[in-house]
């Protein structure tokens, strides 16, 4: 029978795919290497079998054509001899892995031989794959997979094969291995990596510590006014939409890393929506709660406080999502509550998903449909191994090394801590978000969703908006963020303002204007085509927050006396920053 080459996921593939996304996958270490779980870390990995791995893509309906397989043996038996030669000719193979580059690799040949063999599988892996004949986006999910294959199988990963954590045991006499093997079974009953010193940090203390006090709350968030570190505020008020993925002091991390104190410095009032950690309580909560009873009613208690009719408003990555749905909901209501828009690595055209696109189809969505989509709760541990996966060096297999097979502690870094500290969502919201924006697209069609009783319309948000991307971005593609542009304001250019920073999706964001690190590009005029605006910006160095400061001064009002106290007489402080809810943990 000829083999097909499908342009959608087959049900068998999106099945086999969709065992990355499970929980115990990433919990353990990679089953597939070792019977034990403690032991795998110190063990070396077993070989992949090329054959093996062609009758798999073959059973997928992913056809490899057997001559092209035959010549990709050939060459990589050729290479695999040059390889031998040159080891027992004592010449060094060449290392471009990073993982692999210390000198330890290099000084014994038998190392040599373990690094250059597996770049060598590795490059014949992916040359396998690049042959399959299938669709762009099933190609996309086996690179994926096999990929993740490949950066388990590091010789770095495993104790009997990593020369650099052989070293230290015999330097620390064993020190290293004890403390290492302490730590794996700390994680292990953790579920987790630790990729900080946890004990470092606690929130309200040393992360998320702006002074304020919570003014309001409900079932499913806590509204947070700042208290002023200036005589004088503007007198329209800033409220900020934090994700709900993660907690919100991705924000206010340190005082010198706060984007939250930065603002409150430039003499706003600030307001920001701490979101409640999904528990049994909230397995029904929907997209349209997260919009109508969050947001709305947030931007209807600060317009009540501050007695200012237009406030501004700041939506950041899933927080943009739903504050934009937000205000489309009000301006089908006859609202134009917000004076400007900001809007942070956010979607509104999910035209390109980025990397994590591996984990969404129809088939895998179906599952979590069946699963949470009416009542349940999708694990923040679940949301914390996809995204681990899509950065697996990173954030995986290097801690493997430094904490389990070095035996050194993890550095203290308030980032990381802030990634440990996941959140769930409740399950009927997250399916919704997935089906309707991610896989359906349905946000940029104007009057295609329907929430709260009124027809969705993007356009009909009329108000200037600062729009901000990161350049190396694989959550948010700076260019699907870029195509925002034609759906706010759409005949009016000029109302939109859009600003491209350095770096990736969250380091991109939090760039203190005190640091002044990277760069960021701006340009005026945005038209139809992203590449041609970036050709045309301007290249600035540092950060891009004084450019935000900049557009949000100018829609922020006259400057008033700063409020001696939070909220009013109606909305009086429940208990001090940052609130109860955001220390809720998702374990």
């Known amino acids: 029978m000829k083999k097909q080459s499908p342009q959608h996921p087959s049900p068998d593939i999106s099945a086999w795919l969709a065992q990355l996304s499970d929980p115990q996958l990433w919990k353990s270490w990679p089953t597939q290497f070792a019977a034990s779980a403690p032991a795998a870390p110190f063990m070396p990995p077993q070989q992949i079998d090329p054959s093996a791995l062609y009758k798999q893509l073959s059973d997928l309906g992913a056809g490899l054509d057997p001559a092209e397989l035959l010549r990709l043996q050939q060459d990589y038996a050729q290479q695999f001899s040059d390889l031998w030669q040159n080891v027992v000719a004592s010449k060094v193979p060449a290392i471009t892995d990073r993982r692999l580059s210390a000198p330890a690799w290099q000084e014994n040949p038998y190392y040599a031989f373990q690094a250059a063999a597996y770049q060598l599988n590795s490059r014949f892996l992916m040359s396998m794959v690049d042959s399959v004949k299938a669709g762009d986006k099933v190609k996309h999910k086996i690179r994926f997979a096999v990929q993740q294959m490949i950066d388990a199988m590091s010789p770095a990963n495993f104790l009997a094969t990593n020369p650099v954590a052989q070293q230290k045991i015999l330097e620390t006499k064993g020190e290293s291995l004890t403390k290492g093997i302490a730590q794996l079974f700390s994680d292990l009953q953790k579920g987790r990596i630790s990729q900080t010193d946890e004990a470092a940090f606690e ?25 002023p570190l200036t005589k004088t505020v503007h007198t329209r008020p800033l409220l900020i939409v934090p994700p709900c993925i993660n907690k919100f002091y991705i924000l206010d991390l340190q005082p010198h890393n706060s984007l939250v104190r930065y603002t409150v410095e430039q003499g706003h009032t600030v307001f920001l929506i701490s979101w409640r950690n999904a528990d049994a309580s909230m397995e029904s909560v929907t997209w349209e709660q997260y919009v109508d009873a969050a947001v709305v009613k947030a931007i209807h208690v600060v317009q009540e406080i501050s007695k200012q009719a237009q406030i501004n408003a700041l939506g950041f990555c899933v927080g943009g999502t739903i ?90 870094f308030d980032l990381l801590y802030w990634n440990a500290d996941s959140t769930n969502l409740p399950g009927p919201m997250f399916c919704y978000y997935l089906r309707h924006m991610y896989l359906e697209n349905a946000l940029k069609e104007a009057g295609k969703l329907t929430i709260a009783g009124e ?52 380091a991109g964001v939090i760039n203190p204007a005190s640091k002044n690190k990277r ?37 922020a009002g006259k400057q008033i006396a700063a409020p001696r106290k939070a909220g009013n007489a109606a909305y009086e402080a429940i208990e001090p920053a940052p609130g109860r809810y955001v220390k809720v943990k998702a374990e």
């Open 203 to 227: 929130v309200g203390k040393d992360v998320g510590a702006s002074e304020g006090s919570v003014v309001f709350e409900n079932e499913l968030f806590q509204l947070i006014q700042y208290k």
């Open 323 to 412: 504050l934009s749905c937000a205000l489309a909901l009000l301006a089908a209501r006859g609202e134009k509550p917000v004076a400007s828009l900001t809007l942070l690595t956010t979607f509104l055209d999910f035209v390109d998903t980025g990397e994590i696109d591996v984990y969404i189809d129809e088939v895998q969505l179906g599952m979590r449909e069946r699963m949470i989509g009416k009542r349940g709760l999708m694990a923040g541990r679940d949301f914390a191994s996809a995204f681990s996966s899509l950065r697996p060096n990173d954030l995986l297999w290097n801690y493997v090394e430094s904490n389990y097979l070095k035996g050194e502690s993890p550095t203290a």
């Open 455 to 506: 027809k969705i319309d993007l356009r009909k948000i009329s108000a200037p908006t600062f729009i901000y991307a990161s350049r190396d971005d694989h959550i948010v593609p700076w260019r699907s963020a870029y195509a925002s542009t034609a759906l706010l304001n759409p005949g009016k250019p000029s109302l939109n303002r859009f600003v491209l920073g350095a770096s990736g999706h969250i």
């Open 519 to 555: 760069n960021y590009w701006s340009n005026d005029k945005i038209g139809a085509d992203p590449d041609a605006w970036l050709a045309a910006a301007e290249d600035h160095p540092g950060s891009w927050w004084g450019e935000w400061a900049a557009f949000l001064g100018k829609h």
